[in-house]
C-alpha cells in the first residue's frame, strides 16, 4: 500500500509538497490546527524558520495589533483552498476534516474547505475563559499629536479605557466538514467504515456529545454539559516548547465521535507537536503528521514514544476494541 511508509509516522515536510503522496481515498479523520500567517505575535510555528522556508504565504513585518489588511485572509483562503483539496482527495468517501480557526478567519477558512468539496456539517466552539487582549490604547498617538500638552490630557481623559477593537478572545471555532458520502450514511458506513458519529461518546457529565467544549471548570451548568478533562503537565511534556498545543481531550474527542474502524487512519497536516497523532494512539487508532519543522517532528516522536513507555495512558483503548469489523456488522444488523 502506498501509505504504508507514511502510517504511524512524523513526518517533517511541508504538507503541500507532501499531501500529493497520500493515497486517494485513504484516510478516515483530518484533524488540524493550521498556521494562520497573520503576524509575528501569532508565533504559531517557529518564525524564523517559516520564514526562512521562503513560504510566499508567510505575512511579515505587522506591528502587532495595529494593522488590519484584508489581503491576510483572502492569502490565506488562497492557500487552505489548495490544502483542503488535497485532504479532499485522500480522505475516504463520508471522512471528517476538523479544522481549528481563529473567530477572525474562521469565514475565510470554512469557505476554502467548502470550495474544495466538502460539506460543512457544523462548527465545534472551544470555549476558554482565560487570554490576553491583545487591544491597545491611544495615549501613544494621542502623545505625538500636534498640540498643546492640555489639549492632549483632554483628550485623553474622554478616550480612557477606549482601545483597539481586539476584545478577549475566549473561544476558538472548529470548522466539522465531510467528504460527501458513497450513497447513503448506512451504506458509506458499511463500505468505507466511516460517515457516522458515535454518539456513545460522553461529554461532561455522562452528557450527549455537544458542539461546544471546555478544559476550564467554569460552573456547574456549563461544566456539566461541556467539560472535557483539562490538560496535564505530563501530557505536554516538560521539553514541548510549542507555543500552541492543543489539550489531548479535545483531540480525543473528536476522533472518538469520528474515527469507527481499527484500522483508521488520523491525519495531521499541521501535527506541531504531535498532539493529535498522541491522540490517535492513545485510541488505538493510526496516524500520520506532518510538519514543516524538525525541531516539533522530534518532540512529536518524543511524545509518542513516551506512550509507549507508559501503558496506562492507553486507558481508552478498551472502548474501541468492540469497534471491529465484525462489531460494526453485527450492531448494524440488529439495528
Ligand atoms: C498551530 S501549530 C499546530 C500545533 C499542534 N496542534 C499541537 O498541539 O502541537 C501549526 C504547525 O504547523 C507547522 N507548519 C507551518 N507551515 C507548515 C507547512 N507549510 N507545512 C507543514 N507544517 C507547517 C508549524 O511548524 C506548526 O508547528
Known amino acids: 500500500m ?26 478516515d479523520v483530518v484533524l488540524t490546527d493550521p498556521p494562520y500567517f497573520l503576524d509575528k505575535l501569532d508565533n504559531n510555528w517557529d518564525y524564523e524558520e517559516v520564514s526562512n522556508k521562503s513560504n510566499q504565504y508567510t505575512i511579515k513585518s505587522l506591528p502587532a495589533g495595529m494593522k488590519f489588511d484584508r489581503e491576510q485572509g483572502k492569502k490565506f483562503y488562497a492557500w487552505y483552498l489548495k490544502i483542503s483539496a488535497e485532504i479532499f482527495r485522500i480522505l475516504k468517501p463520508g ?20 470550495d474544495a468539496g466538502f460539506e460543512i456539517r457544523d462548527a465545534f466552539m472551544w470555549l476558554y ?12 498617538f494621542i502623545k505625538k499629536m500636534d498640540i498643546d500638552e492640555k489639549a492632549k490630557e483632554k483628550i485623553k481623559e474622554k478616550l480612557k479605557g477606549w482601545k483597539t477593537p481586539q476584545i478577549k478572545s475566549c473561544f476558538e ?7 460527501p458520502t458513497d450513497q447513503t450514511y448506512l451504506k458509506n458506513m458499511l463500505k468505507h467504515e466511516v460517515g457516522l458519529f458515535d454518539t456513545n ?7 450527549y456529545p455537544a458542539n461546544v467544549f471546555t478544559v476550564d471548570k467554569i460552573d456547574e451548568l456549563i461544566d456539566r454539559a461541556f467539560l472535557l478533562p483539562k490538560p496535564t503537565k505530563k501530557e505536554k511534556g516538560d521539553y514541548n516548547d510549542h507555543k500552541t498545543v492543543k489539550p489531548l481531550a479535545i483531540c480525543e474527542y473528536l476522533i472518538k465521535l469520528s474515527a469507527f474502524s481499527k484500522d483508521a487512519v488520523v491525519l495531521d497536516p499541521f501535527v506541531g507537536s504531535g498532539t493529535t497523532a498522541v491522540a490517535a494512539k492513545k485510541l488505538g487508532k493510526n496516524y500520520i503528521g506532518i510538519d514543516a519543522n524538525e525541531k516539533y517532528v522530534k518532540i512529536s516522536e518524543r511524545r509518542l514514544s513516551e506512550l509507549d513507555k507508559k501503558p496506562n495512558l492507553f486507558r481508552n483503548i478498551a472502548n474501541t476494541e468492540k469497534q471491529e469489523k465484525g462489531g460494526l456488522q453485527i450492531q448494524l444488523q440488529i439495528a
Open 2 to 27: 502506498k501509505n504504508d511508509k507514511f502510517i504511524n509516522n512524523i513526518i517533517c515536510a511541508d504538507t503541500l509538497e507532501f499531501l500529493p503522496r497520500v493515497e486517494t481515498n485513504s484516510i
Open 95 to 114: 471522512g471528517f476534516f476538523f479544522s481549528f480557526s481563529s473567530p477572525r478567519l474562521y469565514h475565510r477558512m470554512a469557505s476554502a474547505i467548502d
Open 129 to 140: 475563559t482565560q487570554n490576553q487582549a491583545k487591544a491597545m490604547g491611544v495615549d501613544h
Open 173 to 179: 471555532p472548529i470548522a466539522m466538514a465531510q467528504k
Open 201 to 207: 461518546v460522553r461529554i461532561g457529565d455522562n452528557m
